[in-house]
């Protein structure tokens, strides 16, 4: 991202909305490590705040601000002084969203409004919106929340009328290890003795690392292109359970919110995207 000692100007500070989750930690600990001066976490949970800030070492250049991206006034005081955004807050379960439609739409909706019309009255520079695969022809009211917030912030672009603030999005799959996936879950119940459940083994998804994800957000914060869309590598399913050494499983079949295979955009799908071995599932599996 642009820095005061390579672009000239001076980095004021930085916020990310659901910071102190996976992504926002693994941001976090990167800007950090890069000289920022400024990194603020905004989130909800005060345990999970506190927590993160004792992980840090109560790193100086750390704020941690307690706040919802429902509401727009206390995201807008965050936003103060600070000229990039990333916008990685969300209701993120599926499973979740098919129960609490509305729920979905207050987060990830109306959320990601506050954040569009809270950068622009404060003048941000830049606001990168963290999107998901499942935005992408969505069959769930967590994929179809993801698409409305992508055309919130793509559709900004072409609004704003105070300051120069400029919207992006980042669009790719669940990122390896993330919390509540599945390669947690599975080793969870593999450690109790207990069967992992898979939906469908021939099903694909796409493989994605955090340092990879890191990079990915950090450069479209750089370069801005509307839309943003990596080229990923891709695993069965099956591949997955025996990379991870799983015994015994249980077949459950696809709920009607998951897709058997994932796409990203036109042509960019899991079942054609390079297939990853097993042997080199069972390696990537040590970085997780």
């Avoid at 799983?246 to 696809?254: A, I, N, P, R, Y």
């Amino acid at each position: 991202m642009l820095r005061a000692d390579d672009q000239g100007f001076e980095v004021s500070g930085i916020l990310i909305t659901g910071g102190s989750g996976f992504l926002g930690r693994a941001l976090a600990r990167r800007l950090l490590s890069e000289g920022y001066e400024r990194v603020c976490i905004y989130s909800r949970g005060e345990h999970t705040q506190a927590k993160m800030f004792d992980d840090f070492d109560r790193h100086p250049n750390l704020r941690m601000l307690i706040g919802d991206v429902r509401d727009q006034p206390r995201l807008a005081w965050a936003m103060r002084s600070c000229d990039t955004v990333i916008h990685a807050s969300a209701l993120k379960r599926v499973e979740v969203g098919e129960r609490n439609p509305i729920e979905m739409i207050k987060t990830n909706v109306n959320g990601a409004t506050n954040v569009v019309e809270a950068a622009i009255a404060e003048g941000v520079e830049r606001a990168v919106l963290v999107s998901s695969d499942k935005a992408y022809q969505p069959i769930s009211p967590y994929g179809t929340s993801k698409a409305m917030a992508e055309s919130l912030f793509l559709a900004a672009n072409n609004t704003v009328v105070k300051g120069t603030t400029r919207f992006a999005v980042v669009r790719y799959g669940n990122v390896a290890g993330s919390t509540g996936s599945v390669i947690p879950r599975w080793r969870e119940r593999i450690a109790a003795g207990l069967p992992v459940e898979i939906t469908d083994p021939d099903a694909t998804r796409f493989w994605m690392t955090i340092d990879r994800a890191v990079d990915f957000v950090l450069s479209a914060a750089d370069c801005l292109r509307p839309l943003m869309v990596p080229s990923l590598p891709a695993f069965r399913v099956g591949d997955l359970v025996e990379a991870l050494g799983v015994v015994k499983f249980v077949v459950t079949g696809l709920p009607q919110h998951e897709k058997k295979h994932e796409c990203m955009a036109e042509g960019n799908c899991s079942n054609t995207a390079r297939r990853m071995t097993v042997d080199e599932l069972r390696e990537a599996l040590t970085h997780v």
